[in-house]
């Protein structure tokens, strides 16, 4: 069984107790997730990781540190998401391996590019700006087969960016052709987070 906390700058502190409380309830594995999705201005005071350019807040890993050492001596896996941004070659939402299927049959990569809100805009906040990004859609379930919805030409489009750096890999000579898809660009999910 395995327990997921969304550590936030007000519950971070509770951790520690966190983990002695999977332990009576028998879970054998703790993932600490970050709020990696920031949807307005008054979230960013809920991070607990630091943007890049900015130091990795010191308070929150020695919580986690402790929290880490006493998951150890209990015998609890942990898995604790990065505290500081670090562009990865593909998100751990894994876009080139599996897909998001909404509540009303519509197919996108993951769920920050579908969610369900009014319209066709995603309200997003990255790196101290709030601005709106648009849903990514490929098919509905409901009117075609999900396999040719994979094998469409945007949706192919779409994966190929990130099979590329995988491909490739992230290296000093990171160019144009390397780049994420263009909603990835703003998404925290991205750099680790
Ligand atoms: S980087 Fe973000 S928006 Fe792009 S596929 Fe991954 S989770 Fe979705």
Same mark, same amino acid.
């Given at each position: 069984?395995?327990?997921?906390?969304?550590?936030?700058?007000?519950?971070?502190?509770?951790?520690?107790?966190?983990?002695?409380?999977?332990?009576?309830?028998?879970?054998?594995? +703790? /993932?600490?997730?970050?709020?990696?999705?920031?949807?307005?201005?008054?979230?960013?005071?809920?991070?607990?990781?630091?943007?890049?350019?900015?130091?990795?807040?010191?308070?929150?890993?020695?919580?986690?540190?402790?929290?880490?050492?006493?998951?150890?001596?209990?015998?609890?896996?942990? #898995?604790?998401?990065?505290?500081?941004?670090?562009?990865?070659?593909?998100?751990?939402?894994?876009?080139?391996?599996?897909?998001?299927?909404?509540?009303?049959?519509? /197919?996108?990569?993951?769920?920050?590019?579908?969610?369900? /809100?009014?319209?066709?805009?995603?309200?997003?906040?990255?790196?101290?700006?709030?601005?709106?990004?648009?849903? +990514?859609?490929?098919?509905?379930?409901?009117?075609?087969?999900?396999?040719?919805?994979?094998?469409?030409?945007?949706?192919?489009? #779409?994966?190929?960016?990130?099979?590329?750096?995988?491909?490739?890999?992230?290296?000093?000579?990171?160019?144009?052709?390397?780049?994420?898809?263009?909603?990835?660009?703003?998404?925290?999910?991205?750099?680790?987070?």
């Amino acid at each position: 069984m395995i327990a997921s906390y969304i550590a936030l700058s007000m519950n971070i502190h509770e951790l520690p107790d966190f983990i002695e409380l999977c332990h009576k309830l028998g879970i054998d594995e +703790v /993932v600490i997730d970050n709020l990696s999705y920031v949807l307005n201005e008054s979230m960013f005071a809920w991070r607990t990781f630091a943007d890049p350019f900015e130091r990795e807040p010191r308070t929150f890993k020695r919580i986690i540190n402790i929290t880490l050492e006493r998951a150890r001596e209990l015998g609890i896996r942990v #898995f604790a998401y990065p505290l500081s941004c670090w562009e990865l070659i593909e998100c751990p939402e894994r876009p080139t391996e599996s897909i998001f299927i909404n509540v009303n049959g519509d /197919v996108s990569p993951c769920v920050f590019l579908n969610l369900l /809100v009014r319209g066709n805009d995603i309200p997003r906040c990255f790196m101290g700006r709030c601005f709106k990004t648009r849903k +990514v859609i490929f098919g509905n379930v409901s009117n075609e087969g999900i396999i040719g919805i994979w094998d469409s030409k945007d949706y192919r489009d #779409f994966r190929s960016k990130f099979i590329r750096r995988k491909f490739q890999g992230l290296t000093v000579d990171y160019n144009i052709d390397l780049m994420p898809p263009s909603q990835c660009i703003t998404c925290y999910r991205l750099y680790g987070i």
